[in-house]
């Protein structure tokens, strides 16, 4: 290999870098495997070990490629290098790199224009159904969708999906069963056929497939990348490593890096395992931790270790303990609220508070578990005028409002004389591209047009500011730029996201709220496998704060009703920080009782609302017919032990019985009889005539609670 002359700033790359990051980007080639903690600065690590290896002469830029997961962070990854001087890297997630390759030879494999790839899977997912005669929904739809992808990362086909799913008791969504999810999966793939489309899953299977059986392919494409980096290795699934392995060939100089504590992907087919066993796969790998936390004050680091490692103290496999850099901070709390609109109203005032203290509304975040969780924080910050956006829709710069609006600014940019300021340009513009210059008092869809546009007109006020003289071409370049990078402008107000959304991201106070069992871990996390993504995923949570860091629960759902809910048992342990509030207390379960063992006694007060209950179907369910039909969190889990129970006797996994879906319906509407047991979702003919019985057994049994 010829080498390159070194460059005289490469020294300086490394001159910034702690000891561990100075670690990773000194040793530019073979194989590496960094264990980069939360905020330890990780992409600073290996945009200096890229930039290190390029001025130095050891790589070319041209044969470098840097795989990420979003184009957020590529964006993010290629700007970085660009300021420490190393253009012509390429940074792109695993989608783009594969699509490129996949455009540029699908003449030369197959023959032709390549197929078109759809955005969405949706309505081709719905037609898949339709075909079968299957009913779904909206949101059935949404989950049929992600088990398509999870299928077809793990790299499983029509026939090979049901025992795979069998074997890791995979609950299919929907109420269907294995075999009628590969039934459905069939027909996806005759869908699309019909419409002459692939998926986004399809651009690496066929990349996979074309590098298989082209040798000659494959050897042009190891000719033009011969260093890798992949960041956040902890999500790669089989799909992923697998064209992984085919771009590298027998090459050695491999870079990856991640946090197995971050993990919270598995339901998509992510697997730390790929992370953890690189020194089985490279028994040379050079390993690092970064353990230096620069994001979060120590009391923010210290609740961080302590959720991760539990009351046992012990550290999980492969994570790092993180040791914060910043200077103290406020102690992190823990607010018990009475119910659910108490515990939204609660956060609703603090952040009000905040704001009136000066603190960026921007740079306040409140994260939960569930999308479900926000409809009562959004009502309490509109309450209060508070502006707030719900993050994890579409990408900024693909929402309608922001593109129908840089078609009308590059428009402005022929005709701009220079005689209005830019930034009252730009808002001249805007106007007509439906903003206006006060913000709605209405929230959902509206809202958040204005403030996508708003965004834009604030964006103006910052290249203004650094360049007075930039005119609205530079303007429309920038957006243009930025586009491209996915570096999507701060939109202002606080933000709502789920934890999984807020992953990557950081504010500088965070609410977690909802954080009780049921919620944390989730209902459905029945595996201990589960459990701990789960905590892994509160670990998430906490670390998305850099100065101010607020956990809350409800003890009970609605107004008046009786505090049954208990902290997440995430948080034991925690107690020398948040207060004995933290420690969790065991429920005490109801015994569930063989069927038939006679009559048990009715409830007289709504378990929702405490109120009289005035008739006898009332005081049978437990629920007075003016309450919603919620279901009852102690009933959920009792359904459950007693489904345990029963898949232990019949030897099945225990989705055979009834899965959660279903056991939540079932503790919704609590049924009395088995006509009404039969017209739950998930209640055939077979499973009615073998548990029908046992299970309305089971909720009179309850009833006396």
Same mark, same amino acid.
């Given at each position: 290999?010829?080498t390159?002359?070194v460059h005289p700033?490469?020294d300086?790359?490394?001159?910034a870098?702690d000891?561990?990051q100075?670690?990773v980007?000194?040793?530019p080639s073979g194989p590496?495997?960094?264990?980069?903690?939360?905020?330890?600065?990780?992409t600073?690590?290996?945009?200096?070990?890229i930039?290190?290896g390029?001025?130095?002469?050891v790589?070319?830029p041209?044969?470098v490629l840097?795989?990420t997961?979003?184009?957020r962070?590529?964006?993010?990854?290629?700007?970085?290098?660009?300021?420490?001087?190393?253009?012509?890297v390429?940074?792109?997630t695993?989608?783009?790199?594969?699509?490129?390759?996949?455009?540029?030879?699908w003449?030369q494999?197959i023959?032709?224009?390549?197929p078109?790839?759809?955005?969405?899977k949706?309505?081709?997912?719905?037609e898949?159904a339709?075909?079968?005669?299957?009913?779904?929904?909206?949101p059935?739809? *949404?989950?049929?969708?992600?088990?398509?992808?999870?299928?077809?990362?793990? #790299?499983?086909t029509?026939?090979s999906?049901a025992?795979?799913?069998?074997a890791?008791?995979?609950?299919p969504?929907?109420g269907l069963d294995?075999?009628? #999810?590969s039934r459905?999966l069939?027909?996806?793939?005759d869908?699309?056929?019909?419409?002459?489309v692939?998926?986004f899953?399809d651009?690496?299977l066929l990349?996979?497939?074309?590098?298989?059986?082209?040798?000659?392919?494959?050897r042009?494409?190891?000719g033009?990348? *011969?260093?890798?980096?992949?960041?956040?290795?902890?999500?790669?699934?089989?799909l992923?490593?697998?064209?992984l392995d085919?771009w590298?060939?027998e090459?050695r100089?491999l870079c990856?890096?991640g946090d197995?504590?971050?993990?919270?992907y598995s339901?998509t087919g992510a697997?730390?395992?790929?992370?953890?066993?690189f020194?089985?796969?490279h028994?040379?790998?050079h390993?690092?931790?970064l353990?230096?936390?620069?994001?979060s004050t120590?009391?923010?680091?210290?609740?961080?270790?302590?959720?991760l490692s539990?009351?046992?103290g012990?550290?999980?496999?492969g994570s790092v303990?993180?040791?914060?850099q910043?200077?103290?901070g406020?102690v992190?709390?823990?607010v018990?609220?009475?119910?659910?609109?108490?515990?939204?109203?609660r956060?609703a005032?603090r952040?009000?508070?905040?704001?009136?203290e000066?603190?960026p509304?921007?740079?306040i975040?409140?994260?939960?578990?569930?999308?479900?969780?926000?409809?009562?924080?959004?009502?309490?910050l509109?309450?209060?005028g508070?502006?707030?956006?719900v *993050?994890?829709?579409?990408?900024?710069?693909?929402?309608?409002?922001?593109?129908?609006?840089v078609?009308?600014?590059?428009?402005a940019?022929?005709?701009d004389?220079?005689?209005?300021?830019?930034p009252?340009?730009?808002?001249?513009v805007?106007?007509?591209?439906?903003?206006?210059r006060v913000?709605?008092?209405?929230?959902g869809?509206?809202?958040d047009?204005w403030?996508?546009?708003?965004a834009?007109?604030?964006?103006?006020?910052?290249?203004?500011?650094l360049?007075?003289?930039?005119?609205?071409?530079?303007f429309?370049?920038?957006?243009?730029?930025?586009?491209a990078?996915?570096?999507?402008?701060t939109?202002q107000?606080?933000t709502?996201?789920?934890?999984?959304?807020?992953?990557?991201?950081?504010w500088?106070?965070?609410?977690?709220?909802?954080?009780?069992?049921?919620?944390?871990?989730?209902? #459905?996390?029945?595996?201990?496998?589960?459990?701990?993504?789960?905590r892994?995923?509160?670990y998430?949570?906490?670390?998305?704060?850099?100065?101010?860091?607020?956990?809350?629960?409800a003890?009970?759902?609605t107004?008046?009703?009786?505090?049954?809910r208990?902290?997440?048992?995430?948080?034991d342990?925690?107690?020398?920080?948040l207060?004995?509030a933290a420690?969790s207390q065991p429920?005490s379960?109801?015994?569930v009782?063989?069927a038939?063992?006679g009559p048990?006694?009715?409830?007289?007060t709504?378990?929702?609302c405490?109120?009289?209950?005035?008739?006898?179907?009332?005081?049978?369910?437990?629920r007075?017919?003016?309450?919603?039909?919620?279901?009852?969190?102690?009933l959920?889990?009792?359904l459950?032990?007693?489904r345990?129970?029963?898949?232990?006797?019949?030897?099945?996994?225990?989705y055979?019985v009834f899965?959660?879906a279903t056991?939540?319906?079932?503790a919704?509407?609590?049924?009395?009889?088995?006509?009404e047991l039969s017209?739950?979702?998930?209640?055939?003919?077979?499973?009615l005539?073998r548990?029908?019985?046992?299970?309305?057994?089971?909720?009179?049994e309850?009833?006396?609670?």
């Open positions: 290999m010829t390159l002359p700033g490469a300086a790359v490394l001159d870098l000891p561990e100075r670690e980007a000194a040793n590496m495997c960094v264990l980069a903690g939360a905020g330890t600065g990780k600073r690590a290996i945009t200096h070990r930039a290190y390029v001025l130095s002469g790589h070319q041209q044969r840097a795989v997961f979003t184009a962070a590529a964006g993010e990854m290629r700007t970085r290098l660009r300021d420490l001087g190393v253009g012509g390429q940074a792109r695993f989608h783009a790199a594969a699509l490129r390759q996949l455009h540029y030879f003449p494999a023959g032709g224009a390549s078109e790839v759809m955005p969405h949706a309505s081709a997912v719905a898949a339709s075909r079968l005669r299957i009913r779904v929904d909206g059935a739809v *949404r989950d049929l969708a992600s088990e398509v992808e999870w299928a077809k990362v793990s #790299m499983l029509p026939e999906y025992p795979a799913a069998t890791q008791r995979r609950e969504p929907a294995p075999t009628a #999810m459905l069939t027909s996806y793939e869908v699309k056929a019909d419409r002459g692939i998926d899953e651009v690496l990349t996979v497939g074309i590098l298989r059986e082209h040798e000659e392919i494959a042009a494409v190891r033009q990348y *011969r260093h890798f980096v992949v960041d956040e290795y902890q999500d790669v699934n089989r992923q490593q697998t064209l085919l590298l060939g090459r100089d990856v890096v197995p504590a971050q993990t919270i339901f697997s730390p395992e790929h992370l953890l066993g020194r089985t796969r028994p040379d790998a390993v690092v931790e353990v230096r936390n620069y994001r120590p009391q923010v680091v210290r609740l961080a270790n302590l959720v539990g009351p046992g012990s550290r999980r496999s303990e993180l040791r914060a910043r200077p103290d406020p992190p709390e823990l018990v609220a009475d119910s659910d609109p108490d515990e939204a109203a956060a005032t952040i009000a508070t905040l704001i009136a000066g603190h509304a921007s740079e975040a409140v994260l939960f578990r569930t999308n479900g969780q926000s409809e009562g924080i959004e009502s309490a509109a309450e209060r508070i502006p707030y956006l *993050r994890g829709g579409e990408r900024f710069f693909s929402r309608k409002e922001v593109r129908d609006a078609v009308l600014l590059r428009g940019a022929r005709s004389d220079g005689s209005v300021p830019l009252d340009l730009v808002r001249d805007l106007l007509g591209a439906g903003w206006s913000a709605p008092t209405s929230g869809a509206s809202r047009r403030q996508s546009l708003d834009l007109a604030e964006l103006s006020d910052q290249l203004h500011a360049e007075p003289e930039a005119r609205m071409p530079a429309v370049a920038e957006l243009e730029q930025r586009s990078e996915q570096n999507a402008p939109v107000g606080v709502l996201a789920s934890f999984h959304a807020a992953k990557g991201l950081e500088d106070t965070v609410l977690l709220v909802g954080c009780s069992d049921g919620l944390l871990p989730i209902s #459905m996390a029945d595996t201990p496998e589960a459990v701990e993504e789960e892994r995923l509160l998430v949570g906490v670390t998305r704060a850099r100065e101010r860091l607020v956990l809350s629960y003890g009970a759902r107004p008046g009703a009786k505090a049954t208990r902290p997440s048992r995430f948080l342990g925690t107690a020398d920080v207060g004995e420690r429920r379960r109801k015994r009782k063989a038939g063992k048990v006694p009715l409830r007289s709504c378990r929702v405490d109120g009289d209950l005035a008739t006898a179907r009332e005081r049978t369910i437990g007075c017919s003016s309450c919603p039909p919620t279901a009852d969190e102690a959920f889990e009792t459950r032990a007693w345990l129970e029963q898949a232990k006797e019949a030897d099945v996994p225990a055979v899965t959660d056991l939540t319906a079932i919704e509407r609590v049924p009395l009889d088995t006509r017209q739950i979702s998930g209640v055939g003919p077979a499973k005539e548990w029908g019985e046992a299970v309305l057994a089971v909720l009179r309850f009833s006396d609670d």
